[in-house]
C-alpha cells in the first residue's frame, strides 16, 4: 500500500502564480486534512474534510482552495501564491479503513514563493 | 474550537535519563483522542502513542508513556531511557468534536545529548 502520496515534493513559485497540491490515499480515511508547518509554529490546520463532498476552513485558510473529488483525493490550491505562503504543506488522512485512530501523513511539500 | 499547548519549545536530556514534556489542551469534547507525534529531520511524522479520553489508563508503548489527567486536560509523555534517536521535534494533537478537527500544537524539540 500506498498510504497517503503527496505530490510535488519540491516546488517554487513565483509570487502571483498558481499551483495545486495533489494528495491521494487507499487507506479508506473518511478525514483528510492539509496542514502547512513553519518554524516555531508546528502544524496549522488549513482545510479538512470530514467526508467527501464535504470541506471546512481551519485556523489558516486565506489565499487556499480545496477540493475533495472523492473519497481519495484531496487536493490544496493555491489561486496566487505570496511569499508568506512559503511553507512545508502536509496532507494527512484518518478515520476509516484499518486504523480510526491514527492520522497518516503524506511525505510533505517544500514550497518557496520567490 | 479546541486548542493544543505545547509550553516547552526545546528541551535536552543526557542519553538513558527520563525526560517529560507537557501538553495542554482546551476542549468542551468529553469524547476525543490524544496522541503525540515524533518528527524527526527527515520530517516524517510517526504515531508514538495514544490516548482515549474514554479510558482512564494511561497508555504505554515500550519507553513512552503518558500522564492523562482528564480533569486538567493534562497529556505529558515520559520518555525512558533516553536513546540518540529520540531526539526529534514532538508534537501533541488533538482528535475530537462533530466536526473531526485534528489540531496540532507548536511542538518541542528534544535533544538527547551523549
Known amino acids: 500500500n500506498a498510504g497517503v502520496t503527496q505530490t510535488p515534493k519540491f516546488q517554487v513559485l513565483k509570487t502571483g502564480q498558481s499551483m495545486t497540491l495533489q494528495c491521494a490515499q487507499d487507506m479508506n480515511h473518511n478525514s483528510m486534512y492539509w496542514y502547512r508547518q513553519d518554524p516555531g509554529m508546528g502544524l496549522r490546520l488549513i482545510y479538512y474534510?470530514?467526508?467527501?463532498?464535504?470541506?471546512d476552513k481551519g485556523e489558516v485558510p486565506n489565499g487556499y482552495n480545496v477540493s475533495r473529488l472523492n473519497k481519495r483525493e484531496f487536493s490544496l490550491r493555491l489561486e496566487s501564491a505570496a511569499p508568506s505562503q512559503t511553507s512545508v504543506y502536509f496532507c494527512?488522512?484518518?478515520?476509516?479503513?484499518?486504523?480510526?485512530?491514527?492520522?497518516?501523513f503524506g511525505q510533505g511539500t517544500r514550497l518557496t514563493v520567490v | 474550537a479546541q486548542t493544543v499547548t505545547q509550553s516547552q519549545p526545546e528541551m535536552s536530556v543526557q542519553e538513558a535519563e527520563t525526560v517529560t514534556l507537557s501538553c495542554t489542551y482546551d476542549t468542551s469534547e468529553n469524547n476525543y483522542y490524544l496522541f503525540w507525534y515524533k518528527q524527526p529531520p527527515s520530517r516524517q511524522m510517526i504515531l508514538v502513542i495514544r490516548q482515549e479520553a474514554y479510558k482512564q489508563q494511561n497508555a504505554t508503548e515500550n519507553r513512552f508513556s503518558v500522564n492523562f489527567q482528564k480533569a486538567a486536560k493534562s497529556f505529558s509523555l515520559k520518555i525512558s531511557d533516553s536513546q540518540l534517536g529520540d531526539t526529534a521535534m514532538y508534537f501533541c494533537?488533538?482528535?475530537?468534536?462533530?466536526?473531526?478537527?485534528?489540531?496540532f500544537g507548536k511542538g518541542t524539540k528534544l535533544s538527547v545529548k551523549p
Open positions: 474534510s470530514a467526508s467527501e463532498g464535504t470541506t
Open positions: 494527512a488522512g484518518l478515520g476509516g479503513g484499518l486504523s480510526f485512530t491514527e492520522a497518516f
Open positions: 494533537a488533538f482528535f475530537g468534536g462533530s466536526q473531526g478537527n485534528l489540531i
